[in-house]
């Protein structure tokens, strides 16, 4: 799964899960920062912000699209901090499918792509 689409299901789950009175609180604590976070980097998208929105509604299906083209556009897919809020929230969502290899990310053809904890790095890129 690409970054984007990860984070479009991670909204998505969290929007269907975090938004029932049975939810959890983790569920809900981890909806809401990955929500902030999403809604960050489309701060100065307005139709991104309406997708972002509207995937709480009867018509999620509908708004993933709009929404992935959105986070695309903005280089979500390179936001590691965006990446890692979502796996979070699917880990509360849905820890069976997160402990099942459900939500695993594959990136190609990047630069300096970190995923996990405690990480650190120095990359320096340069044209030939």
């Known amino acids: 799964m690409d970054p984007v689409s990860l984070v479009v299901t991670a909204i998505v789950t969290g929007a269907t899960n ?6 959890g609180d983790a569920v809900k604590a981890a909806y809401a920062k990955l ?21 709480e509604g ?12 959105s986070l695309r556009e903005h280089m979500a897919d390179e936001d590691e901090e965006l990446v890692r809020a979502a796996q979070e ?3 509360q969502a849905d820890p069976e499918g997160a402990r099942a290899g ?27």
């Open 18 to 23: 975090a938004l029932q009175e049975s939810a």
């Open 35 to 55: 929500k902030r976070l999403v809604a960050g980097r489309l701060c100065d998208d307005q139709a991104g912000r309406t997708a972002l929105e509207q995937v």
């Open 58 to 69: 009867e018509n999620a299906e509908v708004w993933k699209a709009p929404l992935a083209s």
């Open 89 to 91: 929230l699917l880990t």
């Open 102 to 128: 459900k939500y695993h990310v594959t990136v190609t053809n990047s630069q300096g792509f970190q995923i996990g904890d405690h990480n650190q790095a120095t990359m320096v890129f340069q044209d030939e």
